[in-house]
């Protein structure tokens, strides 16, 4: 795969041996696919809690995770790597894709998987001086026969004229890397963009959105009134979407978790 400014360290670890035997006996072709901003695994009462977070994922019954604002061994979370905590709770593979060195450690994305994972790539987005780096943690799976590709992201947030101008260009690099990807892909994440701004809608003009109801909110945990969570494919006729739904959780993070069950097409 060609992507752009592929940062080089990268944490990778299988998972157990059960859970790549149970991957290969996947024959529906039916793949539960999680969105979550974690906030570095503080719940909403203020306290750290990886095991409340990884409870949530479990019963969720996900089968692939994609988490945002993840610490890997910072100061403010007690020197964790969370992807790797989340993975060993969880019976899941990880990996971990820093978009900045931050409180000792580093802070990014991370990517929770049951199916074998054949290859990954941390791509860092367009940004300017004064907006934080952000990244496109690309990882490519197998289930069954099939290899997708997803992609976990966390575009720019703000709502001054350099945050627009900022996601513009992260969408467009998106785009450019899809579009040129082999396989079909599933792109979710927290894209700080509202379904009518110009962001998502860049984005939905060659991609599918997984929501039937494109304004379901998302944000904040509590009581929320705005999406900017999403998981939508491209190539969309090698996915069918049997059901999506933001998971009523509102104590875990200060984002609603979201899920999408997608059916690949030629099963």
Request: charged letters at 25%; hydrophobic letters at 35%.
């Amino acid at each position: 795969m060609k992507v752009s400014l592929i940062i080089a360290f990268l944490f990778l670890a299988w998972m157990p041996a059960n859970a790549i035997k149970s991957s290969k006996n996947n024959k529906t072709g039916i793949v539960k696919v999680m969105s979550f901003n974690v906030r570095h695994c503080t719940n909403k009462d203020g306290k750290l809690n990886i095991t409340r977070t990884a409870k949530a994922i479990t019963d969720s019954g996900a089968d692939i995770v994609l988490l945002q604002e993840v610490d890997n061994k910072t100061g403010r979370s007690d020197g964790k790597d969370q992807a790797y905590e989340l993975g060993k709770q969880t019976g899941m593979a990880n990996v971990f894709g820093k978009a900045i060195d931050f409180s000792g450690g580093g802070y990014g994305v991370a990517v929770l998987s049951k199916y074998p994972i054949l290859e990954t790539n941390n791509t860092l987005l367009p940004h300017n001086p004064e907006t934080e780096p952000r990244t496109a943690l690309w990882v490519t799976v197998k289930v069954g026969q099939d290899t997708i590709s997803f992609v976990n992201t966390h575009l720019q947030s703000g709502t001054k004229d350099v945050d627009y101008k900022t996601r513009m260009q992260q969408v467009g690099q998106l785009k450019k890397d899809i579009l040129n990807h082999p396989y079909p892909v599933v792109l979710g994440g927290d894209l700080n963009s509202h379904p009518d701004f110009p962001a998502y809608l860049y984005l939905a003009e060659f991609m599918k959105t997984s929501d039937k109801e494109p304004y379901s909110p998302t944000y904040p945990g509590i009581d929320p009134y705005v999406k900017i969570d999403y998981i939508l494919t491209y190539k969309p006729e090698c996915f069918k979407v049997l059901d999506y739904r933001v998971i009523d959780d509102e104590l875990v993070s200060d984002h609603r978790p979201i899920m999408a069950t997608l059916k690949l097409s030629n099963k």
